[in-house]
C-alpha cells in the first residue's frame, strides 16, 4: 500500500490576497479625473498646438511671438500695471474693510456700493470708464465747468494717461473683489486681541502691524495670488479705454487668435500667461509658508 507523501508549504499556503485600494483614493478618484480632463487636457493640447505644425516640433510660432513689435510692450505694460496695482488694491481694500469692522452707520449700505463693480463685466466696466476720460466725457465736461481746459486722456501719444486711466478703472473694478476676502477673514478674528492690545497701550498702528496683519495673513494668501492670477488677465478693460493704444498679454492673445486668424501664436502667448501665473503663485506660497516658519522656530 502506497503511502501519500505529506504536503508541501507550497501547497498549503493560502492564495495571494489582492492589495485593496483605499475607500478615500475611490472617493476622490472621480473629482482626479474630471480635473485632469477639464485643466489638464487643454493644456496639453495647448502645448502641443504651440509646438506642433504639420511638419512636427518648431519653434517658429514662438519665434514669431517674441518678434512681434507688440509683444515686449505688451509685457511691460502688464507688468507695470500689476506692480502698481496690486500694492493699491490691498491698501485700499484692508482701509475699507478696518472702516466697515468699526460699525460705522449705514455699514450695511457701504459694503453694498462698494461691491457694485463685482456684478458689471469687464467690458461694461471699461465702456462706464470711458464715458469719464473720453474726450468729451464727464471729467472734460467738469473741468470746462470750473474754467479749466480738458485733455486728451487717452490719446495714442500720452501713454502715461493712458496707464493712469487704466490703473483707476481697474482699481475701481477690481478693488471689492479684495475687500470681501479681507472683510471675510476679519470677521474670523476675534476683537479681544485687538482690545487686549489696545487696553496695554498700543497704538492703531501698532495693533494693526502686529495683531491684525498677521492675523489676517491667510486671507491676505489667497486674496494676494487670485488677484495677482486675474491682474495678468486684464484685458476688457483696456481694450474698451485705449484699444490697441496699450497693449497687454491678454489682449495679444485675443488679437492674435481672432485679427490674426493664427490660434498657435496665440497658444504661445497662453502658455506664457499660464506660465508667469504659476511661478508668481507658487512664490507667494513658498514666501509666506517660509516666513511662517521661520516664526515658529
Known amino acids: 500500500m502506497a503511502v501519500e507523501a505529506p504536503p508541501t508549504p507550497a501547497a498549503t ?3 495571494p490576497r489582492r492589495r485593496k485600494i483605499p475607500p478615500a483614493v475611490l472617493l476622490i478618484a472621480p473629482s ?15 502645448v502641443l498646438q504651440a509646438f506642433r505644425d504639420d511638419q512636427g516640433f518648431t519653434l517658429e510660432f514662438v519665434t514669431r511671438m517674441v518678434q512681434d513689435p507688440y509683444f ?7 507688468l507695470l500695471l ?9 491698501a485700499l481694500a484692508i482701509a475699507m474693510a478696518l472702516m466697515l469692522r468699526s460699525n460705522p452707520r449705514l455699514h450695511k449700505v457701504h459694503f453694498f456700493v462698494w461691491a457694485i463693480p463685482l ?5 461694461a466696466a ?3 470708464w470711458l464715458a469719464i476720460f473720453n474726450d468729451r466725457g464727464y471729467l472734460n465736461s467738469v473741468l470746462s465747468w470750473f474754467g479749466l481746459q480738458g485733455t486728451s486722456w487717452l490719446a495714442y501719444d500720452n501713454q502715461t494717461s493712458m496707464f493712469i486711466c487704466v490703473l483707476i478703472a481697474e482699481l475701481w473694478r477690481a478693488t471689492s473683489l479684495v475687500l470681501i476676502i479681507v472683510v471675510a477673514g476679519l470677521q474670523g478674528i476675534p476683537k479681544d486681541y485687538d482690545e487686549a492690545a489696545q487696553v496695554f497701550g498700543a497704538a492703531f498702528w501698532q495693533r494693526l502691524r502686529h495683531v491684525t496683519l498677521p492675523l489676517l495673513k491667510p486671507s491676505l494668501q489667497v486674496a494676494l495670488i487670485l488677484r495677482t492670477i486675474l491682474a495678468f488677465q486684464t484685458f476688457a478693460v483696456a481694450q474698451a479705454l485705449t484699444g490697441q493704444n496699450f497693449p497687454l498679454v491678454v489682449g495679444e492673445t485675443y488679437r492674435w487668435y481672432t ?3 493664427n490660434p498657435n501664436v496665440a497658444a504661445a502667448l497662453a502658455l506664457v500667461i499660464l506660465v508667469v501665473s504659476m511661478l508668481t503663485s507658487i512664490f507667494y506660497l513658498r514666501a509666506l509658508r517660509d516666513q511662517n516658519q521661520g516664526g515658529l522656530r
Open 13 to 15: 499556503a493560502a492564495p
Open 259 to 261: 485679427g490674426l486668424q
Open 32 to 46: 482626479v479625473i474630471f480635473m485632469a480632463l477639464l485643466l489638464g487636457w487643454p493644456v496639453v493640447q495647448g
Open 126 to 128: 471699461g465702456l462706464v
Open 72 to 78: 515686449w510692450p505688451a509685457v511691460r505694460n502688464t
Open 119 to 123: 456684478a458689471l463685466s469687464d467690458l
Open 82 to 90: 500689476i506692480v502698481v496695482m496690486i500694492p493699491l488694491q490691498f
